[in-house]
Antibody, heavy 120, light 107 residues
């Protein structure tokens, strides 16, 4: 069974940093792109960042470009999101999602999310 | 960046109703569109991909259509478990934007 388990969320002050992790199991991790998606409380979904299987292609939402860095360690079946210069508007539930290979990067499945709260 | 709009943003319907949600892209995205269902407190779930392909395990009352800039998600006969929020997403190019969502509520 494919499982994605996020961790690393918590309460952090504005301007500080946080590193999220996503532990993957049940599939050949280095065959697939991976993504981070966030959802602010009571709001819709926002794609944050994505990384190809070999880290050769990376993308970011404009809202996080220059502040967040996505990475992966295929030997550890893990995805990461380094978040710097955090702002109140980064407060959200952060999901990791596996991108499929069948003609598109459809997100399936998703983890259960880790909550990041940016507040003083 | 490609923007997605969804209509309606909120829909009140009864069990058994036929429901249609529209998603429009600001530029052509071929068939690189997915639909997700999200229930309160849960992670989103993939329903439809490549605009019209039903994800394995998803009931056949769900269907998708469209290409280019206009897409629809149809639920042929709404069931109690279908009350949720539905999002479209374009995967044509980064950033992989989502639509703002359509909440389907019980009438």
């Amino acid at each position: 069974e494919v499982q994605l388990v996020e961790s690393g969320g918590g309460l952090v002050q504005p301007g500080r940093s946080l590193r999220l992790s996503c532990a993957a199991s049940g599939f050949t991790f280095d065959d697939y792109a991976m993504h981070w998606v966030r959802q602010a409380p009571g709001k819709g979904l926002e794609w944050v960042s994505g990384i190809s299987w070999n880290s050769g292609s990376i993308g970011y939402a404009d809202s996080v470009k220059g502040r967040f860095t996505i990475s992966r360690d295929n030997a550890k079946n893990s995805l990461y999101l380094q978040m710097n210069s955090l702002r109140a508007e980064d407060t959200a539930l952060y999901y990791c999602a596996k991108g499929r290979n069948d003609g598109g990067n459809w997100f399936d499945p998703w983890g259960q999310g880790t909550l990041v709260t940016v507040s003083s | 960046d490609i923007q997605l709009t969804q209509s309606p943003s909120f829909l009140s319907a009864s069990v058994g109703d036929r429901v249609t949600i529209t998603c429009r892209a600001s530029q052509g995205i071929s068939s690189y569109l997915a639909w997700y269902q999200q229930k309160p407190g849960k992670a989103p779930k993939l329903l439809i991909y490549a605009a019209s392909t039903l994800q394995s395990g998803v009931p056949s009352r769900f269907s998708g259509s469209g290409s280019g800039t206009e897409f629809t998600l149809t639920i042929s006969s709404l069931q109690p478990e279908d009350f949720a929020t539905y999002y479209c997403q374009q995967l044509n190019s980064y950033p992989f934007t989502f639509g703002p969502g359509t909440k389907v509520d019980i009438k």
